[in-house]
């Protein structure tokens, strides 16, 4: 993702890292991010998905500035995927939230649920042309029937239908997290739990009074 920033002070040095969120749940939500609801995704569109990351993992446990502590955590509680290039948008797709849900296995509960994009998926088959989301083994899991986890997980590559949908963490609309190694010469924020769409185009910054 873009942004734009201005300087106007050679002290302050603003990193504005992505705009992630949420799990379209409240920031207390839990891990298993799949809801009982209609089995269809509504004004789904087709793609593929597998899985990568350690067992019960997060992915990728450490992107984009991101702790591994606020990966496992609300409002990301592992709920993650890298995108392919149609998802992934050389960067300017980063914190959009999606609804995913599978039918193609008979390991697959149906049951939609929502995630966000906090990486790239990159080379083959992720770049094969089709909208690809590689999940963290805990989102892929997550749309098992239950018992039925390592079935699916055994599938690998796996036909799903997906939805954009707003990012939505009730009683936040964005938040700004200081990044280790911040010191009075050097500013780094991460933008955190950005509501709507989540994937910021532009971030300006000004110097405040006093």
Same mark, same amino acid.
Request: net charge negative; proline share 5%.
């Given at each position: 993702?873009?942004?734009?920033?201005?300087?106007?002070?050679?002290?302050?040095?603003?990193?504005?890292?992505?705009?992630?969120?949420?799990?379209?749940?409240?920031?207390?939500?839990?891990?298993?991010?799949?809801?009982?609801?209609?089995?269809?995704?509504?004004?789904?569109?087709?793609?593929?998905?597998?899985?990568?990351?350690?067992?019960?993992?997060?992915?990728?446990?450490?992107?984009?500035?991101?702790?591994?502590?606020?990966?496992?955590?609300?409002?990301?509680?592992?709920?993650?995927?890298?995108?392919?290039?149609?998802?992934? !948008?050389?960067?300017? #797709?980063?914190? &959009?939230? @999606?609804?995913?849900?599978?039918?193609? %296995?008979? *390991?697959?509960? /149906?049951?939609?649920?929502?995630?966000?994009?906090?990486?790239?998926?990159?080379?083959?088959?992720?770049?094969?042309?089709?909208?690809?989301?590689?999940?963290?083994?805990?989102?892929?899991?997550?749309?098992?029937?239950?018992?039925?986890?390592?079935?699916?997980?055994?599938?690998?590559?796996?036909?799903?239908?997906?939805?954009?949908?707003?990012?939505?963490?009730?009683?936040?609309?964005?938040?700004? !997290?200081?990044?280790? #190694?911040?010191? &009075?010469? @050097?500013?780094?924020?991460?933008?955190? %739990?950005? *509501?709507?769409? /989540?994937?910021?185009?532009?971030?300006?910054?000004?110097?405040?009074?006093?």
């Amino acid at each position: 993702m873009s942004f734009s920033l201005r300087h106007p002070s050679s002290l302050l040095i603003f990193i504005a890292l992505f705009g992630f969120l949420s799990l379209f749940r409240p920031c207390a939500c839990s891990s298993r991010n799949f809801l009982n609801t209609s089995a269809a995704v509504l004004g789904a569109s087709p793609a593929e998905a597998t899985w990568y990351g350690s067992a019960h993992g997060a992915g990728s446990d450490g992107i984009c500035e991101i702790t591994r502590e606020i990966v496992f955590t609300a409002p990301f509680s592992s709920m993650i995927a890298a995108g392919g290039p149609s998802l992934y !948008k050389s960067g300017k #797709g980063r914190g &959009a939230c @999606y609804q995913v849900s599978c039918t193609s %296995n008979a *390991a697959c509960s /149906g049951n939609p649920g929502t995630l966000v994009i906090t990486d790239e998926c990159p080379g083959s088959p992720c770049a094969s042309g089709a909208v690809y989301f590689d999940l963290s083994e805990t989102a892929f899991w997550a749309m098992a029937k239950p018992g039925q986890e390592e079935t699916l997980r055994a599938a690998g590559a796996i036909q799903v239908q997906f939805s954009t949908v707003p990012c939505s963490c009730p009683g936040v609309n964005v938040a700004f !997290k200081v990044v280790a #190694g911040s010191y &009075a010469h @050097y500013l780094a924020v991460l933008i955190i %739990n950005e *509501a709507g769409n /989540g994937d910021l185009a532009a971030v300006d910054e000004q110097q405040g009074s006093g």
